[in-house]
């Protein structure tokens, strides 16, 4: 894995500028716009990735900045977000980056990055909002852990009180994502078959709340994302430790939302599988109570 120390003078000169732009939160740095004088002065690192393109890496270097000192979030499990660790990210391949700073999920000991960010499909950083774990019976056993990152670039929580509305807010507006790691070698299948009882779950009771909504149209192109949704997961193992992500991209005027799984190249052009396969996990306990509960209390102090 190759790093790149961020020293970027225009990222300083845009956090400096946005300021005004972002959200009311409590940020777990302050940026310091006197010290621009004294970033400029340290070197920059030579580029990371002769595979990246100038102009990914130009964008991620100056959006990163902006979003990881301005728009972290405080989380119970974490310390302050030190200023030179924000700057620091490293790359596996060409699609995603993850900010070496991390916060560790207390039950697995499995960490997370602070900000990750996809270039397929391409996101702004998104800002890690919560932790937890998975497990299954009553043993409690262990199954994976679970993180969820949203993009809180010029957020509006305007008259938005309840942690519940913000949530909903940044489900179907912005960029959001689920990162996945194992405890265990799992099963792809067992995550898919979750998936698909979950999300048929949630088909019916649409069915019964709002059957104006539901045309017989939209069901059809629900059930074929369905199938394409269980033809993506490969009858083999998710590997211990190895993250498995699910991709929201912001939604555009002039295209269908989708669901993105980069880990397995697998792309769902249906809005609502994409949105309710997220609001799966926030919906009574959902899979991971403490997952809910994390997000929720992150965003009750925004």
């Not at 993009?151 to 942690?163: C, E, I, M, Q, S």
Request: net charge positive.
């Amino acid at each position: 894995m190759t790093s790149l120390r961020i020293r970027s003078s225009a990222s300083t000169r845009s956090l400096c500028s946005l300021r005004q732009t972002v959200p009311k939160v409590q940020p777990l740095v302050r940026p310091n716009c006197a010290a621009y004088s004294t970033w400029q002065q340290k070197p920059t690192a030579t580029p990371l990735n002769d595979n990246l393109s100038q102009s990914w890496n130009s964008r991620l270097i100056a959006i990163s900045a902006v979003s990881a000192l301005v728009l972290g979030v405080s989380l119970a499990t974490s310390e302050p977000l030190r200023l030179e660790s924000s700057y620091i990210l490293g790359f596996e391949d060409d699609k995603v980056a993850e900010s070496y700073d991390t916060i560790t999920e207390p039950s697995s000991g499995i960490e997370f990055p602070k900000v990750i960010t996809f270039k397929s499909p391409p996101t702004l950083p998104l800002i890690l909002m919560g932790v937890g774990i998975r497990t299954v019976s009553f043993l409690k056993i262990q199954v994976y852990a679970i993180a969820f990152y949203a993009d809180l670039t010029r957020v509006d929580f305007k008259n938005l009180t309840a942690p519940e509305e913000k949530l909903e807010y940044l489900i179907k507006n912005k960029a959001v994502a689920v990162r996945i790691v194992a405890v265990r070698n799992t099963s792809f299948h067992h995550l898919r078959d979750a998936y698909i009882r979950a999300l048929n779950a949630r088909l019916g009771v649409l069915r019964k709340s709002d059957k104006d909504a539901l045309t017989a149209e939209k069901e059809d192109a629900i059930q074929d994302s369905l199938q394409v949704l269980k033809s993506t997961f490969p009858p083999s193992s998710l590997a211990k430790k190895v993250p498995f992500y699910m991709v929201v991209p912001t939604p555009a005027a002039s295209a269908t939302r989708f669901l993105s799984i980069p880990t397995l190249k697998g792309k769902i052009e249906n809005a609502w599988v994409a949105e309710e396969l997220v609001r799966n996990y926030f919906t009574g306990d959902g899979p991971s109570p403490k997952l809910k509960q994390s997000v929720l209390e992150s965003l009750d102090q925004m």
